[in-house]
């Protein structure tokens, strides 16, 4: 009796999964609204589906239409609306990858190493591009990093012109990708800023016009307006106090001779020829009741140059 009582409750249980269960077919069946939940099995592309209510999704996905990761021909793409969120639940961007390793993204070729294999990331939109990263290969065994822009409107590779390139040995390629030193640029090179490593010296008086260079202590500041100095201070942070400093000069005045470090600051000083002036005089002799008038030549003292008041010096500074 109890045997008997035990059948009849499983075969009654039975009976409400079958009322229940739904069966998994190789065919969608779309006709007369199929109840939500209905399965089948796409045989094609080898995923059991679902009925979301409105169409067929693979199984793992919810909700209407089409949310969730799904199938566009060789194609996978995802209509949720909100993050992707690898190792983290709260994505902050649409991809956000959260690990503890610190390879977290790795970019691979299918195919060996050579001249013109192309890695890229492309920047823009579905119909544009606007700049482009790269590596590209020089050889089997080397490549260089590429920093491209420009715009694109076929969306491709199009008017992209390589603008920064770093070759594999380190040397760094501005409008330049074969750079043969550490820095070539293809082009001028300009200086801003608050300071500026290279700029332009005028001779001020009152503000930076000195007296000759001393061996010891400073030099005195010469004031007086339009009038010549032997000594122009360079007032700059990038060589003050800094005795090592490599300053570059190209003057506006032949009378340039270089730049001498002194008490902390570096001048700008004039040549020194050694010129010295022949000239012709006449001199009365103190001759007994005679006077006489004679010719003689004499040489005069060494002559230095020096700089006036508004003259200008290009002065171009590297710290060493």
Same mark, same amino acid.
């Given at each position: ?9 499983? !075969? ?70 909100? $993050? !992707? ?17 610190? $390879? ?21 939109? &579905? ?60 082009? &001028? ?26 061996? &010891? ?17 360079? *007032?700059?942070?990038?060589? $003050? ?30 040549? &020194? ?11 009365? !002799? ?14 005069? *003292? ?6 006036? $008041? ?11």
């Amino acid at each position: 009796m109890k045997q008997l009582s035990m059948l009849t409750a499983a !075969l009654l249980f039975l009976n409400v999964l079958s009322l229940n269960a739904q069966s998994i077919t190789l065919t969608p069946n779309t006709n007369g609204n199929p109840q939500e939940g209905r399965l089948y099995y796409d045989n094609s592309a080898k995923e059991l589906r679902f009925w979301n209510g409105s169409v067929y999704v693979p199984i793992g996905n919810s909700g209407s239409p089409t949310p969730g990761w799904v199938n566009s021909g060789t194609n996978l793409f995802n209509a949720n609306t909100g $993050n !992707l969120g690898v190792g983290t639940e709260s994505p902050t961007s649409k991809l956000t990858i959260r690990h503890n390793f610190s $390879n977290i993204l790795s970019l691979q070729h299918l195919n060996a190493l050579s001249t013109g294999l192309t890695n890229s990331i492309v920047f823009g939109g &579905s119909n544009y591009t606007t700049g482009i990263i790269s590596t590209i290969g020089t050889s089997n065994s080397a490549a260089r990093m590429a920093f491209s822009t420009g715009y694109s409107f076929s969306g491709g590779v199009f008017n992209m012109q390589e603008r920064l390139s770093i070759a594999n040995d380190g040397k760094v390629g501005v409008n330049q990708p074969s750079p043969q030193a550490t820095l070539d640029v293809g082009g &001028s090179i300009r200086f801003s800023g608050s300071n500026p490593a290279a700029f332009v010296v005028t001779a001020t008086s009152g503000v930076n016009t000195y007296s000759a260079l001393p061996f &010891s202590g400073s030099p005195s500041l010469i004031t007086a307006a339009g009038g010549k100095c032997y000594a122009i201070r360079i *007032d700059h942070p990038m060589c $003050n106090n800094n005795a090592n400093a490599i300053l570059m000069v190209t003057a506006q005045v032949s009378t340039f001779g270089g730049v001498q470090y002194n008490n902390g600051y570096w001048y700008l000083i004039p040549s &020194s020829n050694e010129r010295y002036t022949v000239g012709r005089f006449s001199a009365r !002799l103190d001759c007994t009741n005679t006077a006489a008038c004679v010719d003689a030549l004499f040489i005069g *003292d060494r002559e230095s140059e020096y700089f006036f $008041n508004g003259n200008k010096f290009n002065v171009l500074i590297i710290q060493n």
